[in-house]
Structures are given as structure tokens and as C-alpha cells.
């Protein structure tokens, strides 16, 4: 079963920009229909706010929806509850990819602009043979082709965390050389704080030094005068 629909949106208010929707039975046409009100009322509670960037939300008759927000939009599906989540959201990837790529081809790079102040519901809907394409693509989810996206998604993830424990132990380095530099700053630091007190005990000698060399000299005559 391939996904069964599929919405691209603008997140600042949930604004419809293309939807396409797998071809259906007469028996699942309510449901269908009851799915399309909850995709635009998630559409529509994640604007405005600080959303999460990927989800899946369980919903009724055994189904769920998974989004994706990216570059000003959100893709939003949804499948069976038997249908891998991880190639509903490498499915998502590449819509959002292929949009990109048609909405810079027809504007460049004013296709942001273009995004925020389109007024009008579905004004990309020229897009969705590119979506009904891709929901053929990604019908059958242990084809050949789909096993191997998943396979290729699997090692993208290894090697993004193949970066990320490299950089923590770049960082690691980073830290046991701040250590070493603490410590030299430690060591200098009692040398200096020795120094302070040399140089206290010096200043006190010269301010009384002659002051305690007098008075021993003056109790040595007194003493020598009365008692030799």
C-alpha cells in the first residue's frame, strides 16, 4: 500500500500548497475524507509554533501520519501502521528534494519569497504528478528499489554518527589540552601567589628593618653601660 496521502505546506500558517492522494476504493472513501480534516488540522497546529522537525502521530482505523519540516514547508503523509516508518520519512526526504528543486527551477532564488506570501491554496498543484510518481515509487515497501533505500538511509545514519563521535573526540583532545593548560596556570599560579609573598616579607624588612636594627642597637649600649 503506498502512502495513501501526501501534503506539502507552508508551516508560518499551514497553508496547502500541493496535495496528491493515492487512488482509493469506494470503501475507504470516508476514510479517506476523515484523514484529509485531521492532515490539515496537524497542518494547521504547527504553525506558530516551535515544532518538532519530524514526528509520527498515530491515528485511527490502524494508520499514521509522519511530517517533515524543511526549508519553510512541511510534508506531511500518511500510511498503514504496518508500513515502515523509516521509508515513510526517506519517502518524505525526497519529496521535499524534488520540491526544492522545481520551485528553484521556476523561481531561483526568490522561491522563499515566493512561498511566504503565495496567497492562494494548492497554487503548486503541478506538482503533485511529481508526488503520484513518487507514491507509485514507494508503493511496495520490500521492493528492491525501497530495500535499498532504506539500506542506503541506515548507512547515512552511521556515517552522521561516525561524524559526530569523531567531532567528540576532536573534542576530547581539545579538552585534555585545556587540561594541561589549567594545570601549567595552577603551577604558575602557587609560584606567583610565593612570589607575592617573598616580596610582601621584603618590603616589610625594608620599611622596618632599620627601625628593629636601631632599637636592638640602642637596648646593646644601654645594656653595656649599666651591666659591663
Not at 58 to 63: A, C, I, L, R, V
Request: charged share 25%; hydrophobic share 40%; net charge positive.
Amino acid at each position: 500500500m503506498p502512502p495513501l496521502l501526501t501534503y506539502a505546506a507552508r508551516i508560518a500558517d499551514g497553508l496547502p500548497l500541493v496535495a496528491s492522494f493515492a487512488p482509493t476504493g469506494a470503501s475507504s472513501g470516508e476514510v479517506s475524507e476523515l484523514h484529509k480534516r485531521e492532515a490539515k488540522e496537524i497542518l494547521r497546529g504547527l504553525s506558530g509554533n516551535r515544532a518538532t522537525m519530524r514526528m509520527s502521530i498515530e491515528t485511527s482505523q490502524h494508520k499514521v501520519f509522519h511530517y517533515l519540516i524543511k526549508d519553510l514547508i512541511c510534508y506531511l503523509t500518511l500510511t498503514e501502521q504496518s508500513y515502515p516508518k523509516r521509508l515513510a520519512f526517506v519517502y518524505l526526504e525526497e519529496i521535499s528534494d524534488a520540491f526544492l528543486e522545481e520551485l528553484t527551477r521556476d523561481y531561483g532564488d526568490a522561491w522563499r519569497t515566493t512561498i511566504e506570501t503565495v496567497a492562494r491554496p494548492y497554487a503548486f498543484i503541478k506538482f503533485d504528478s511529481v508526488l503520484q510518481k513518487k507514491q507509485r515509487e514507494f508503493a511496495d515497501p520490500s521492493s528492491r528499489q525501497n530495500a535499498t533505500k532504506l539500506n542506503e538511509d541506515l548507512a547515512d545514519i552511521q556515517n552522521i554518527m561516525k561524524r559526530n563521535i569523531e567531532e567528540v573526540l576532536n573534542r576530547g583532545e581539545k579538552l585534555e589540552n585545556v587540561k594541561i593548560i589549567s594545570g601549567d596556570l595552577v603551577n604558575q599560579s602557587k609560584q606567583f601567589k610565593w612570589g607575592a609573598k617573598k616580596l610582601t616579607w621584603q618590603a616589610m624588612l625594608n620599611q622596618y628593618g632599620p627601625i628593629v636594627c636601631m632599637v636592638i642597637f640602642v637596648l646593646f649600649v644601654l645594656y653595656a653601660k649599666f651591666f659591663l
